[in-house]
């Protein structure tokens, strides 16, 4: 069965410090890979997406970046954090053919 | 473009009331997905159900009953006899394949679901 993995689940950062949130997946190969926002009391944001590695794009231009290394491996990283950045963070997957989305168990990201 | 319009932001009902979540969605897709999923406080989204565009048919799984309407672009999502457990954000959600070839998926605002025992 297919499993992802999303760490670390909570991380307080000072503004200006540079961030890293990895997701893995298990179980399935060749597969579309997300990066989600929540913000308080709000939806979930598409922030990146993936179709192989390496193949990166955004839908919102913001201080984050995502990389691909691997096919499985989903990185999402900043250089420098802003007040702005805090939130709940979801890596998600899909098939290649999709099309339900299959969710990690998030990081809360605090930036103090 | 895809747009999902969950207009309740937080209903309260007192345990084993039923309780309608709606859901409005728009899209220019002939083929499309629907779903559900619940974001319990631990923050983690667990999915529901899936409905593709093709298929009308209402579906019930135990307590949950989700009434798909292509005419009203409608995809409500009905709890039964609900439960302090049931108690949640619930997230209608859309999803349909892009030009550059990724499937998009489109969430609504969410509903915060509170039971009150």
């Known amino acids: 069965s297919q499993t992802i993995h999303q760490w670390p689940a909570t991380l307080v950062q000072p503004v200006g410090s540079p961030l890293s949130l990895e997701c893995t997946v298990e179980?399935?190969?060749?597969?579309?890979l997300y990066w989600y926002r929540q913000a308080a009391g709000r939806g979930l944001q598409l922030l990146f997406y993936s179709v192989g590695i390496g193949q990166i794009s955004s839908e919102v231009p913001q201080n984050l970046s995502a990389s691909r290394p691997q096919d499985r491996q989903f990185i999402l990283s900043s250089k420098k954090l802003l007040l702005s950045d805090s939130g709940f963070y979801l890596c998600?997957?899909?098939?290649?053919?999709?099309?339900?989305?299959?969710f990690g168990q998030g990081t809360r990201l605090t930036v103090v | 473009a895809q747009k999902v319009t969950q207009a309740q932001t937080e209903i309260s009902v007192v345990e084993k009331e039923d309780v309608t979540l709606d859901c409005v969605y728009e899209?220019?897709?002939?083929?499309?997905?629907l779903f559900w999923y619940k974001q319990p406080p631990s923050g983690e989204l667990v999915f529901l159900i899936r409905?593709?565009?093709?298929?009308?048919q209402n579906e019930i799984s135990g307590r949950y009953s989700w009434n798909f309407q292509k005419s009203t672009s409608s995809f409500n999502f009905t709890i039964t006899a609900s439960q302090v457990v049931d108690s949640a954000v619930y997230f209608c959600a859309l999803s349909g394949r892009t030009s550059g070839g990724y499937q998009k998926v489109t969430f609504g605002t969410g509903t915060k679901l509170q039971v009150i025992p």
């Open positions: 409905r593709n565009s093709f298929d009308e």
């Open positions: 899209t220019r897709d002939t083929t499309y997905y």
């Open positions: 179980g399935t190969s060749n597969p579309n």
């Open positions: 998600a997957w899909t098939r290649a053919a999709g099309p339900e989305a299959f």
